[in-house]
Every structure is written in structure tokens, then in C-alpha cells.
């Protein structure tokens, strides 16, 4: 979640707070998680290398509020019209298959609460999980937001194989982790809707639409033009230049090891003249860094 602090800052000391698919990193300051992975197994993110939970440190939670069910299950969860003064959806609406369901029931049991999804800008570029995919695979929708909305499309299978309908991944990697999430906080109620584009026309200019905006914006212009492919000659070029690299690294590596071995005699003698040194003092300004030499090859 991006915007933690400014979310525990929206959070009174006696509010009740749930977090609606927290499993893989819960928001500690939550009083009631609700998720199909259990209580158990929580902060499954910890896994990939990233932070088990997010908030707090000590969890509002526990495993008797802790409440395991599809969330996509279209019967009512288990709590009372506007029982929790701020809800939480982080990261879980463009994964599931039913996000309008879950934006009604958050409406009916939360009085105001912060949903956050990754950017349709996000989604749209290749590089995030592969070269060859845009965004990330397992997401289900294109998730965008006006004053109080939500439009869930559908994110269609032709976005990953046609360049006109991806940006490359040069553009990922240039925008900031502000640009790659998309947030709304919201009190009383949000409207949502599935955005519909019949046939494969349509779909192609709702996809095509989006990436022709941001290749003409003058923010993105520059990364949203990938680079030609490379002619047989320039490869051939790269590839001597690579192998001309290797061989001068080979030897800069021998030579260095040989500079490794030469270290302990060179500061077996150098020793000896400091010895030596003592009893002609005229010598220790000639001895003295003969010897931080000998030690700098030792390392």
C-alpha cells in the first residue's frame, strides 16, 4: 500500500478497521481481516522478499477475527451494514473475478475506507514480470478511477502479443512507484462500473487509444518509443566487442592473481627490511611503503 501513513492518519484510536484481501500482507492496524488464506499462513509477501504487513507493528487483529471465505462469494459477508468505520482493498480488486461484488459489500459494511490498485499506466507496459507480458500475469483487470469511481475493464489477452497495444519496458523502469499505483479514499459510498468493449475492434482502439495518449504526452515520450531492433551487422559487432571484453577481463584476472601470489613474499621481505630499517634508520623511508605495497597484495 502507498499511501500507509496517510491512511493511519484518516484512522481515530477507536475506529474499527477491515482489511478486505490482506492475506499476503495485512495492514496491522485493522481489527478484522477478511481473506481466503488463513490466519496461519499471513504475510506471504515476506516469501518474495518483501514486508509480511504493513502499519503498525503490533496486529489489531487476531485469528478469532480473522475471517477465511471467497470474497467473491456472492452471498453477504458476515458483518452488519456499516459496521466498520474505515475498510482497506489493497492490491486485490485487479485479481479477482468478481471486483464489482466486492466494491458493493464494501459499501454496505464500511462507512469510509481507501482502495488501491496498480496504474492502468502500470499494467500497460511490458517489464514488470517479463519482456514479453504487460503488467503482471495473474491480473484480471484494467482498473481506472474518476470523483468517486471505479471502471474495472477487462484486461484483454491481445494486450500482451501486439506492440500497439503495450508500452515497452523502458517505461516501467523510468516512472516513479507513485506513477505505477492508481488510489481513491472514499466516505459513504463509491460508485463502480465494468467497462464493455464488444468485439475485437474495440477492444484493440480501447487498448491502442491509451498507449498513443501517453507515446504523445511530452512526460513519457521518450520512454514510450522503444528502439529498433539491432541489424545483423550491429549484432555482430556487439557480439565481437563482447568477446574482445571477455579476453581482457581473462587477463586482468591473471594478472591479478599473480599479483595475489607474489603478496606473501613481498611481505616476507619487505619485513625483513624493516628490520633491518631499525638499525639503519636511513632506510625506513624506502621500507615504509614497500611494505603497504606488499600488504595491498596480500588483500
Known amino acids: 500500500m502507498y499511501l500507509v501513513d496517510d491512511v493511519l492518519s484518516r484512522i481515530g484510536p477507536v475506529d474499527r478497521v477491515l482489511d478486505v484481501g490482506g492475506w499476503a500482507c495485512p495492514f496491522n492496524r485493522a481489527n478484522s481481516v477478511l481473506d481466503r488464506g488463513p490466519f496461519e499462513t499471513r504475510g506471504f509477501y515476506k516469501t518474495i522478499g518483501l514486508p509480511a504487513s504493513q502499519g503498525p507493528d503490533l ?8 475471517v477465511v471465505r471467497d470474497i467473491c462469494e456472492r452471498t453477504p459477508w458476515p458483518f452488519a451494514d456499516k459496521s466498520f468505520d474505515f475498510a482497506i482493498c489493497s492490491h486485490t480488486l485487479e485479481d479477482i473475478r468478481d471486483p464489482l461484488f466486492v466494491c458493493a459489500e464494501l459499501n454496505r459494511v464500511a462507512k469510509r475506507g481507501y482502495i488501491e490498485t496498480p496504474s492502468r ?14 503488467g503482471l500475469s495473474h491480473h484480471r483487470w484494467l482498473v481506472e478511477y474518476g470523483q468517486g469511481r471505479i471502471e474495472f475493464t477487462p484486461k484483454y489477452h491481445m494486450i500482451h502479443g501486439d506492440s ?60 514510450a518509443h522503444e528502439p529498433p531492433p539491432l541489424t545483423p551487422e550491429q549484432t555482430a559487432s556487439l557480439t565481437r566487442d563482447l568477446a574482445e571484453t ?26 625483513r627490511l624493516r628490520q633491518t630499517s631499525t638499525r639503519h634508520p636511513r632506510l625506513s623511508r624506502v621500507v615504509k611503503p614497500m611494505l603497504r605495497l606488499a600488504r595491498s597484495w596480500v588483500r
Not at 59 to 66: G, L, R, S, V
Not at 196 to 208: A, P, V
Open 59 to 66: 496486529e489489531h487483529f487476531t485469528n478469532a477475527t480473522w
Open 121 to 134: 499506466l502500470a499494467e500497460t507496459c511490458r517489464g514488470w514480470e517479463s519482456p514479453s507480458i504487460a
Open 164 to 223: 500497439r497495444h503495450n508500452l515497452p519496458p523502458s517505461l516501467y523502469y523510468g516512472i516513479t512507484p507513485e506513477e505505477r499505483v492508481s488510489w481513491m479514499f472514499w466516505e459513504g459510498s463509491f460508485e463502480f462500473e465494468e467497462g464493455i468493449n464488444l468485439g475485437l475492434e474495440n477492444q484493440s482502439r480501447f487498448l491502442t487509444s491509451f498507449v498513443e495518449k501517453i507515446a504523445a504526452s511530452e512526460q513519457y515520450r521518450e520512454l
Open 246 to 271: 571477455r579476453l581482457r577481463l581473462d587477463a586482468a584476472h591473471a594478472e591479478l592473481a599473480g599479483y595475489q601470489q607474489l603478496g606473501p613474499i613481498a611481505l616476507g621481505l619487505a619485513r
